[in-house]
């Protein structure tokens, strides 16, 4: 078996637009109020709805880490979305979008208080959705105590960025004792840093193409043998760089952007598989994962 090259479709489903607040842990959405009873999440339930009619369309399989605290708010609106999105990979992305480090909070919690918030999101996604085999730091905030933490909990982890990579494993790495599964940085033609992150082609900012040859470039290293791709569903339905929600052209437009990407590629697996395939490459290559 060659070492395939495989393109990974990941989704961050946490609420709109969550931002770090100073003195706790917890996110608050800056799209709209977040109430006591839920998380807003009117911009992503519209951006998922279309995120899964795509993966529908192109029969992709994707890896959703999800915070699990919307889960209730995302049923009320709309429980089929919770139905199809039960076909995909599950991973988890915090309780209430948590900032485990204290870098944008100024609070730095105990790994008790770390362990007991990421067991309730897991147990809140057990009764929803099912129980998610991975993990995604919030605001991809990370440091060795969460490392050591998520490792006795999930099968592995995706919240570290290499940048520039040249050769990439799926490996152990920062304190972990599950497999890394990292977002990549390269540079586009002028030379300027472009990440696997979408956010600048739902802003505007960037075309397919330049996402394209970035996939294109990373595929035709061998020392590289998969790409992770990721998207915040609310980022179609809410513009950043103007702070207002898109109107249904917009909306529109951005979807068009999507069909395109989505339409150009192939070999397409959510992380599990590709961490067992990829497992079983190194396994005949006499490498140890």
Avoid: C
């Amino acid at each position: 078996m060659d070492n395939e090259h495989f393109t990974i479709i990941s989704v961050d489903v946490d609420r709109d637009y969550p931002i770090a607040v100073a003195g706790r842990m917890e996110a608050k959405s800056a799209v709209t109020e977040d109430t006591p009873a839920e998380p807003a999440v009117k911009a992503t339930v519209k951006g998922m709805r279309i995120l899964l009619d795509l993966f529908e369309k192109f029969d992709i399989k994707a890896t959703l880490f999800i915070e699990a605290s919307i889960l209730p708010a995302i049923k009320r609106l709309d429980q089929t979305i919770i139905k199809r999105m039960k076909k995909h990979d599950l991973g988890n992305h915090g309780y209430a979008h948590e900032d485990f480090t204290g870098k944008g909070t100024g609070i730095v919690p105990t790994k008790d208080k770390i362990s007991q918030t990421l067991d309730k999101a897991v147990e809140i996604m057990k009764q929803y959705i099912g129980r998610p085999t991975g993990f995604r730091a919030p605001y991809l905030n990370f440091d060795n105590n969460l490392a050591n933490i998520i490792s006795q909990k999930f099968s592995y982890d995706s919240s570290i960025t290499i940048k520039n990579a040249r050769t990439l494993q799926i490996e152990n790495m920062q304190g972990l004792t599950i497999p890394e599964v990292p977002l990549t940085t390269g540079r586009d033609k002028n030379n300027k840093p472009i990440s696997t992150y979408l956010w600048q082609l739902l802003e505007g900012n960037r075309e397919v193409e330049e996402y394209l040859d970035l996939l294109k470039g990373q595929s035709a290293n061998p020392q590289i043998p998969f790409t992770v791709f990721a998207i915040h569903p609310w980022h179609i339905a809410y513009h950043i760089g103007s702070r207002k929600i898109n109107d249904e052209r917009k909306i529109s437009e951005i979807k068009k952007r999507l069909e395109h990407f989505f339409s150009r590629l192939d070999n397409i697996s959510p992380i599990s598989e590709a961490i067992k395939i990829q497992r079983q490459y190194n396994s005949k290559s006499g490498k140890i994962l």
